[in-house]
C-alpha cells in the first residue's frame, strides 16, 4: 500500500506548541502540505524542520586569564541541526586569552556555513 | 552611616533595571550592592538562548542580556559595589552589609529596593528516599560548575523535573559528552516550554515521561542508579510501574523559591504561595519605602518580565524619595479566583498608576481555549480568550488605569473562565 | 574508585613501627572521648579510623539528645552511664566550644497507661537522683508549649535534658586529643588483631601493621567483628536504623524544648527536638537492616515517622523539611553497653553496644575505659604536666554581636566573604577547619565542622565554593575533592574531554 511521506512535528515557534503533521505532497508550492497547526508561523515551520532544521548551539571555550575559566559563546545564526556535535567538537580545542569583548568572532565561518561562533560576554583580564 | 537615596539590593537583571530606572527618573544617589564577583546575576550562568525577546526582540543569551544592563548602568555612572554581602535590612531603611574591601558597611536610605532572586529547592524539600550520596545536584549547581567553572558533574545522567532549567541541562550535558537517559515529571504536564522540551529533549532523544517520581537512590558514596515510578492522581508512587537506571548522576528541577531572608528580617509581609513580598502596584512591600521586583517577589520564566517590573520599582522608588507617590490612597485588594494560583501585585492605589495596570499572574493548570477574566467588584474590566495557559508560563495582563480610577473598586479578580483543562 | 586528599595526620610512630601504649579503634563519639582523656596521660595513642573523617559513623546521624537519665534503668550500665555522663557536659563544652544547650525535655503521656509508664520513669530518675524531674498537669504543658497535641495527659519535665551537635563534640575531642599528642590515622581499616608477647599487632587494610599494648574497641556497630578477631565471641552487634527529618530554620519555633512520646509496648515514640542550630529534628523510628552501611531512608518508614511525631505536634510542617537522614543503632545482643576487658583477653578493652544514649553517656564512658587502662598497663597511670584541656576556639561570624564582626573583618578580610548564605559561613571559617589539627577534608568535612551546606539549600549554592576553598588550601584540583569517603567524587573531568552521549 502506498504511504506518503509523513513527519510528526511540535510547532515551537509559539507557547501553544501544535502538533503539526508534515505530508510530502509535490502539489503544494513547498511541495509539503501540513495539518494540525493554528496558524500561518506553523505551517512554515513545520516544513522548515522537516526540510532543513536548524538551530542556535550555545556553549563554552577555554579562557585564560580572565575572572573565569571559560567564557560562553554561540553561533551568531542558526546552523543545520546535524552540525550541533561536529561544533562542540570544533570549539573544544579553543583556548581564548583574556580580555575579550562581547561579539568577538571566536571560530568564523564554521562548516562554511558563513555563521561565525562569537563571544557572548565581554571578560577582563585579572592578575 | 552613609546616606543614599536609593539602595538596590542585588545585582542582577532586577536589580541593574531598578538602579537605572531609578536613576532615569531623577534618584540622584543610587547604589547596587551586589555579594558576587560581578554582576549580572544568574544570568551570567544561562549561556542559552531565549532571553529578550519582549524587551529587544531578538533573542539573546543569558549573559548578552545582562551586559547590555551592566553597560547602561555604567554609562549612567551608577555607583555599584561587588562582593559586598547584604546582612540586614531594617524597617527604618538601614541597611548592614560586609565586604573584603570596606569592611563593615552601614548605610540610611531613603528607599531600599530588594533584588535578591530565588534560590532552588533541593533533595530535602522533596524527600527523596534512598541513599545520600555525591552526584546529586540541583539543576543550577550543575549549570554553574558545567558553564561557568567547566567542569563535568556526571557521565550518566537522570533529571528529576521538567522545569526550564532542568530541560536545558539535559540539553547541556549531552552536547557535552554525557549520556542523558530520562528526565521524570510529577505532574501530568511539563513545567517547561514547549520549545525547549522539543530543542533540548526530542533533539537528543531524551525521554520525558510525565507523572513520574524517583522513588530510590542507590549508591553509597557516589549515585550508582535511580529507580524512578509512574504516580497515581495523589501523587503516589505506584508499584509494578518502577524503572531502574544505571547512572552517575541525578539533577534536581524541581522549583525555585524566592530568597526571602532579608525580606524577613525587616518585618515585610510574605505571600504563602509565592514565598515573596505582598506588594502593591509600585512595587511597594508592606514597609514604606522598601520595594522589590524580580525573582524575589515571584519566580519567573522570562527575564523581560523581571526588567519590566523591575523598571516599575526603581521608577517608584525615585518618585518615593521625591515624595511623588501617594500613600494614603484607597486600596484595591487584587485577588486570585478560580483557576490561579497567585496574582502580583495584590494591593493597587489606583492613583499612582500611569496609564495601564500590570497584573502578573500563573494558573494552576493547563487550559485551552479559556477566558482570563478580571473583575472590579463584579464588573468585567478586562476580558480576553487564550488558545493554550499552563502553570509554567507566567501570564500578563494589563488594566486600563482610567477604569479603575473611575469605578474605585474594592477588589480586582482575577479568574479563567470556561475552556477545557487539559491533560497531557 | 579514585584517591582524594586523603592524608593521615601524624602516624610517626607508626611510620616508624614502634609500639603505642594504646590503640583506638574507631573515631566516633566513644573513641575521640576515650582519645581525649587518655591524652591527659604520659601515653602514646592512636586512634585508628577506617573512613575519611572523624565522626563518620553513628556520630554523624542521631538525635543529638544529651538525656537527663530517666529513661534508661538504673539497674543496667546504660543507665549509670547516661546518669553520670549528662552533667560533665558544661565543663566539656566550655573547655572544647562545641554547641551544647541544656532546653530539657518532655516526655508525653496520652493515656492512662502511659501516665503509670511516666510514673515509672520518675521511679527510676529518683533512684539514680537525675535532678528535677517532675509529673507537669496537662493544663500546664498546654500553657508552656502551645503546639503540643491537645490529646496530652500529662508529662515528665526533665530540667537536664539537653541538645549538643554530636560531631562536632567528636572531632572537638580528637582535636584537642591530637593537640595533646595523641595521632589520628583516617582511611586506616584494621582487618586482623594478633596477640604478641608484648601486646597486639594489628593489621590495616592498607597491608601496614600496628603494635600496641593495649587495645580500645570502640568501632560502633563493628565492635563484635573486632571483638571477634582477638578474643572469644560473647556478643553480636544488630544494626537498627532510625530515619530523620530535618526541618529548616523558619520552622524551629515550633517546639523548644525536646519532645518525647511515653514509651509504650509498640516502641519509644519519636522525638521532635530544636537542634543546636536552630533546626527541627523529627525521628527516628527502629527497624533492624542486615547490611551495617545501609543508611538508606525509605519511603514508608518516613510515613511512619511523620505520622508519629504529628501525634505530639500536630501542625508539624513537614513541607519545611530540607534534609532526610538515617543512622544506625548498635544493638548489642547483650541489650546493654560493654563497657571493659574481654574476659580471655585482658589487655583488649571493649567500649561496644553503644546504642542510645551513648553519645549522652560517652564521657562517663570514657572515664570508665581509662580505669580499665591503667589496670591493662599495669597501675596509676601519670599524668602530662602540659595537658590543655582548651581547644583553641573558633570565630562564629552569623552568632558574632556586629561589633565583633567588623573586628573580625578588620583582622582577616576573609571574614567578610560569605561561603554560605544560609548560614552566614564566612571564607575566613572554612579555611581555619581545613587548617585545625583534625582538619577537614572533604565537603561534608567542612560541613561537619563549619556548617556551609547545613542549612536550607543544603549546598546547592556553596558547594562550588566550599569545593574551590578545599583545592586551594589543600594544593589540590578541584576535580579531586571528594563529599565524603574516597569513592564520593563529585565532578567527573572538564567539560569538552568526554566522548560518546546522546
Ligand atoms: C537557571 C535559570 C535559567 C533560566 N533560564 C531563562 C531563560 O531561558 N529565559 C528567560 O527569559 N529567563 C530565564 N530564567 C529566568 C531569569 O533568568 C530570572 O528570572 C532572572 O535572572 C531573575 O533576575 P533577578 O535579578 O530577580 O535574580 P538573580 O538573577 O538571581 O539576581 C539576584 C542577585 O542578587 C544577589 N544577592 C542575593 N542576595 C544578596 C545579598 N544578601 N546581598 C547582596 N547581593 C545579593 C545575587 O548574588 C544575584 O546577583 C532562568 C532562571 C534560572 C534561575
Ligand atoms: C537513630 C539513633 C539515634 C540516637 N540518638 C541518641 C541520642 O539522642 N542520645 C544519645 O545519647 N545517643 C543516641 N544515639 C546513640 C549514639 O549516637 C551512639 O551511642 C554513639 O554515636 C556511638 O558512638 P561510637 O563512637 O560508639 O560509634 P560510631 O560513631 O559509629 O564510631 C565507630 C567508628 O568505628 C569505625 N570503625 C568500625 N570498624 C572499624 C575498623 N575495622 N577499623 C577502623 N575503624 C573502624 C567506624 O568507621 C566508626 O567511625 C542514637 C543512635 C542512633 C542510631
Ligand atoms: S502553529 Fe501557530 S499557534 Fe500553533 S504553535 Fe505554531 S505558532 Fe503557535
Request: with cysteine; proline share 5%.
Amino acid at each position: 500500500m502506498y504511504k506518503p511521506e509523513e513527519h510528526n512535528v511540535i510547532c515551537t515557534v509559539c507557547p501553544i506548541g501544535c502538533r503539526l503533521t508534515v505530508i510530502r505532497e509535490e502539489h503544494e508550492p513547498d511541495g509539503y502540505k501540513v495539518i494540525g497547526g493554528v496558524c500561518k508561523r506553523g505551517e512554515k515551520f513545520g516544513v522548515k524542520e522537516v526540510t532543513d532544521p536548524t538551530r542556535t548551539v550555545t556553549s563554552t571555550v577555554a579562557i585564560e586569564g580572565g575572572l573565569l575559566p571559560r567564557l560562553p559563546v554561540r553561533t551568531e545564526k542558526d546552523i543545520p541541526k546535524h552540525l550541533n556535535y561536529e561544533l562542540m567538537k570544533l570549539i573544544s580545542s579553543v583556548k581564548l586569552q583574556a580580555p575579550v569583548k562581547i561579539g568577538e568572532v571566536v571560530v568564523a565561518n564554521v562548516f562554511d556555513t558563513g555563521v561565525n561562533v562569537i563571544a557572548t560576554r565581554s571578560m577582563r583580564a585579572v592578575k | 552611616m552613609q546616606q543614599y537615596e536609593v539602595v538596590i539590593v542585588g545585582g542582577g537583571p532586577a536589580g541593574l533595571a531598578a538602579a537605572i530606572e531609578a536613576r532615569k527618573n531623577g534618584a540622584q544617589s543610587v547604589v547596587v550592592l551586589e555579594r558576587d564577583r560581578e554582576l549580572g546575576g544568574i544570568l551570567q550562568q544561562c549561556i542559552h538562548h531565549g532571553f529578550g525577546l519582549v524587551v529587544f526582540n531578538e533573542e539573546l543569551t543569558g549573559p548578552e542580556y545582562a551586559e547590555r544592563f551592566i553597560d547602561e548602568l555604567m554609562k549612567l555612572g551608577i555607583e555599584y559595589r561587588l562582593e559586598t554581602m547584604v546582612l540586614e535590612v531594617n524597617a527604618d531603611k538601614t541597611i548592614r552589609a560586609i565586604s573584603p574591601n570596606d569592611g563593615m558597611i552601614e548605610i540610611q536610605a531613603k528607599a531600599i529596593v530588594l533584588n535578591m532572586g530565588c534560590r532552588e529547592r533541593t533533595r530535602g524539600a522533596i524527600a527523596i528516599p534512598g541513599f545520600r550520596p555525591a552526584g546529586v545536584f540541583s539543576a543550577g549547581t550543575a549549570q554553574r560548575f558545567v558553564n561557568m567553572e567547566g567542569y563535568m558533574v556526571g557521565k550518566r545522567v537522570v533529571i528529576l523535573g521538567s522545569g526550564d532549567i532542568g530541560l536545558i541541562m539535559a540539553r547541556r550535558m549531552a552536547l557535552e559528552g554525557a549520556k542523558v537517559l530520562a528526565v521524570a515529571e510529577i505532574m501530568p504536564y511539563s513545567g517547561g516550554l514547549t520549545r525547549n522540551i522539543v530543542q533540548c529533549l526530542h533533539d537528543y532523544d531524551i525521554p520525558l515521561y510525565l507523572s513520574h517520581t524517583i522513588t530510590e537512590v542507590r549508591g553509597k558514596e557516589r549515585v550508582e542508579g535511580v529507580t524512578i515510578a509512574e504516580v497515581d492522581e495523589n501523587r503516589k508512587p505506584m508499584t509494578g510501574t518502577e524503572k531502574h537506571y544505571d547512572c552517575d548522576t541525578l539533577l534536581l528541577s524541581v522549583g525555585l523559591i524566592p530568597e526571602n531572608e532579608l525580606s524577613r528580617g525587616a518585618g515585610i509581609q510574605l505571600d504563602p504561595v509565592t514565598g515573596g513580598p505582598i506588594v502593591n502596584e509600585a512595587m511597594e512591600t508592606s514597609v514604606s519605602g522598601i520595594f522589590a521586583s524580580g525573582n524575589v517577589v515571584h519566580v519567573h520564566d522570562l527575564v523581560d518580565w523581571v526588567t519590566e517590573e523591575s523598571r516599575r520599582a526603581g521608577a517608584y522608588a525615585a518618585r518615593y524619595v521625591q515624595n511623588k507617590l501617594v500613600e494614603d490612597a484607597s486600596v484595591i485588594a487584587s485577588r486570585p479566583g478560580d483557576g490561579i494560583g497567585y496574582v502580583v501585585p495584590h494591593k493597587v492605589r489606583p492613583e499612582n498608576l500611569n496609564d495601564k495596570l500590570a497584573i502578573f499572574m500563573r494558573v494552576k493548570e493547563v487550559f485551552h481555549d479559556a477566558k482570563l477574566v478580571v473583575k472590579a467588584d463584579g464588573e468585567v474590566v478586562y476580558s480576553r480568550k487564550k488558545r493554550h495557559m499552563a502553570p509554567g508560563e507566567m501570564e500578563i495582563v494589563q488594566v486600563d488605569a482610567q477604569k479603575l480610577k473611575d469605578l474605585k473598586p474594592a477588589e480586582l479578580l482575577v479568574s479563567v473562565e470556561g475552556g477545557e483543562t487539559v491533560h497531557v | 574508585m579514585r584517591s582524594g586528599p586523603y592524608n593521615h595526620f601524624t602516624g610517626s610512630r607508626m611510620k616508624r613501627g614502634e609500639m603505642y601504649d594504646v590503640v583506638i579503634i574507631g573515631a566516633g563519639v566513644i573513641g575521640c572521648g576515650i582519645a581525649r582523656e587518655l591524652s591527659r596521660y604520659n601515653l602514646s595513642i592512636l586512634i585508628l579510623e577506617k573512613e575519611g573523617d572523624v565522626a563518620d559513623g553513628t556520630t554523624k546521624a542521631n538525635s543529638a539528645i544529651v538525656h537527663a537519665g530517666f529513661d534508661a534503668y538504673h539497674k543496667t550500665v546504660n543507665g549509670q552511664m547516661n546518669a553520670r555522663g549528662n552533667p560533665m557536659y558544661d565543663r566539656l563544652a566550655a573547655e572544647l566550644d562545641f554547641p551544647f544547650q541544656r532546653i530539657g525535655s518532655l516526655v508525653l503521656a496520652f493515656s492512662e497507661e502511659e501516665l503509670v509508664s511516666l510514673r515509672e520513669l520518675i521511679d527510676n530518675a529518683h533512684v539514680l537522683k537525675i535532678p528535677g524531674v517532675e509529673m507537669l498537669a496537662p493544663e500546664t504543658v498546654h500553657a508552656k508549649h502551645a503546639n503540643l497535641s491537645q490529646e496530652v495527659r500529662g508529662a515528665l519535665w526533665a530540667p537536664t535534658g539537653a541538645i549538643c551537635g554530636p560531631w562536632e563534640f567528636a572531632i572537638a575531642l580528637a582535636e584537642n586529643a591530637v593537640e595533646n599528642g595523641a595521632e589520628l590515622a583516617l582511611n586506616t581499616q584494621v582487618t586482623a588483631i594478633q596477640k604478641t608477647d608484648a601486646g597486639f599487632r594489628l593489621s590495616t587494610a592498607a597491608g601496614g601493621s600496628i603494635e600496641s599494648r593495649v587495645v580500645v574497641n570502640a568501632a560502633g556497630v563493628y565492635a563484635d567483628i573486632i571483638h571477634n578477631m582477638v578474643a572469644e565471641p560473647f556478643f553480636e552487634i544488630n544494626a537498627k536504623r532510625g530515619q530523620y527529618f530535618l526541618l529548616d530554620k523558619s520552622a524551629g519555633d515550633i517546639v523548644d524544648t525536646v519532645i518525647f512520646q511515653a514509651p509504650t509496648k509498640a516502641g519509644k515514640g519519636v522525638l521532635v527536638s530544636p537542634t543546636v542550630h536552630g533546626n527541627i529534628i523529627v525521628g527516628p523510628d527502629a527497624e533492624y537492616v542486615e547490611d551495617r552501611e545501609d543508611l538508606r531512608t525509605t519511603g514508608p518508614q518516613l510515613d511512619f515517622v511523620r505520622q508519629a511525631a504529628r501525634q505530639s505536634v500536630p501542625n508539624i510542617p513537614f513541607g519545611m523539611n530540607i534534609t532526610t537522614f538515617a543512622g544506625l543503632r548498635a544493638e548489642s545482643s547483650t541489650r546493654d553497653f560493654i563497657i571493659g576487658p574481654a574476659e580471655d583477653v585482658p589487655s583488649f578493652i571493649n567500649a561496644a553496644g553503644m546504642k542510645s544514649p551513648g553519645l549522652s553517656a560517652a564521657p562517663a564512658v570514657a572515664e570508665e575505659v581509662v580505669k580499665h587502662v591503667a589496670v591493662a598497663l599495669g597501675g596509676e597511670l601519670k599524668e602530662r604536666k602540659d595537658f590543655n584541656p582548651h581547644r583553641r576556639p573558633a570565630a562564629h561570624f552569623a552568632e558574632s554581636s556586629p561589633e565583633k564582626q567588623a573586628e573580625l573583618i578588620a583582622t582577616d578580610p576573609r571574614f567578610a566573604r560569605i561561603v554560605c548564605r544560609c548560614e552566614y559561613v564566612t571564607e575566613a571559617e572554612v579555611v581555619d577547619v581545613i587548617h585545625r589539627k583534625v582538619g577537614a577534608r572533604s565537603v561534608d568535612g567542612v560541613k561537619r565542622r563549619a556548617r556551609p551546606g547545613g542549612g536550607r539549600c543544603q549546598g546547592g549554592f556553596c558547594s562550588p565554593r566550599v569545593m574551590e576553598i578545599l583545592a586551594r588550601e589543600l594544593g589540590i584540583d578541584m576535580g579531586d575533592v571528594v563529599k565524603d569517603g574516597p569513592g564520593s567524587y563529585i565532578l567527573t573531568g572538564r567539560t569538552k574531554a568526554v566522548e560518546g552521549g546522546n
